[in-house]
């Protein structure tokens, strides 16, 4: 199992045992799993009665996987890049180990709203699992808060280095990306939550009273603070999900109409940028 492209596997079979005492396998009757490398989740997977995909990139590993499981009726294995691959047209569950250089590519890819997913169990950089649940345990990316309206994320366990071979550089956990039985807001909501949350975090401004200036006027930033007890100089990434909604209900209140019009676009436009990025890393890497 590689957590990057250098090749780092899990040494320990029941260490994966573990792991998977913490899949919800009855949720979906279809596991997609990304990136097999050598097959060590794959051993475990197959032997579940569900129907498996398998999507490997290395031409050389997916190779070995074929001869390994050539007569495996439940496993699909696929040779091709995740990020350019169509996500499955019916409710799945993804239990991997991904590419951590990656990570925030593949969780936006999986969560979006076109993608059928239930649940995702994924072995991935600690820093970055810290990252999605956000704060108060770390600094919030924007990611993690947009994840948040439609999913709930958890720390299940941490793996301890030993369990690879060679040893990384760096630690990794397994963490649960599992939808909501019900979003924090309807449709139309979201994506005005959306377009306010990627609006003031452009703007550059490190402090809370500064960035929501950027979209309210004085009084109504020092109310809601105020209200929230949240002090006028914290950071912006310090906010907890449920204070940024707080924050948004009263914008969508109270807000000035130009104020809404501002935010207008904003989360597509950077969606748009996204997958322009995208596509200049994957032709850099073709080259």
């Known amino acids: 199992m590689r957590l990057s492209h250098s090749q780092n596997y899990i040494n320990n079979q029941q260490l994966i045992h573990t792991l998977l005492e913490f899949v919800d396998l009855k949720s979906a009757d279809l596991v997609l799993e990304i990136g097999p490398g050598k097959g060590v989740i794959t051993d475990a997977l197959i032997k579940q009665d569900k129907k498996i995909i398998a999507i490997e990139a290395d031409p050389k590993l997916f190779s070995e996987l074929r001869k390994k499981y050539v007569n495996v009726a439940n496993l699909l294995l696929v040779q091709a890049d995740f990020l350019k691959y169509p996500t499955p047209n019916e409710p799945f569950i993804i239990v991997s180990n991904i590419p951590f250089n990656i990570t925030a590519n593949i969780v936006r890819k999986i969560t979006d709203e076109q993608s059928k997913l239930y649940a995702a169990y994924l072995i991935i950089q600690k820093d970055a699992a810290i990252k999605f649940i956000g704060a108060p345990h770390a600094y919030s990316p924007l990611l993690s808060h947009i994840l948040n309206?439609?999913?709930?994320?958890?720390?299940?366990?941490?793996?301890?280095?030993s369990n690879y071979s060679p040893r990384p550089k760096f630690n990794t956990a397994f963490v649960s990306i599992?939808?909501?039985?019900?979003?924090?807001?309807?449709?139309?909501?979201?994506?005005?939550?959306?377009?306010?949350?990627?609006?003031?975090?452009?703007?550059?401004?490190?402090?809370v009273k500064e960035a929501l200036k950027s979209v309210m006027s004085n009084l109504q930033v020092k109310i809601i603070l105020d209200n929230l007890h949240i002090p006028e100089n914290k950071e912006i990434k310090k906010i907890l999900f449920t204070d940024w909604v707080s924050i948004f209900e009263t914008f969508a209140s109270h807000a000035h109409e130009k104020s809404k019009i501002k935010i207008y676009g904003s989360y597509k436009k950077l969606l748009v940028e996204q997958s322009q990025l995208q596509k200049i890393n994957r032709t850099r890497k073709d080259t």
């Open 149 to 161: 309206i439609n999913f709930e994320i958890k720390l299940l366990m941490d793996i301890d280095k």
């Open 178 to 207: 599992k939808k909501r039985k019900k979003p924090v807001f309807d449709k139309q909501k979201s994506e005005q939550f959306k377009d306010f949350l990627v609006y003031v975090f452009e703007r550059r401004k490190p402090l």
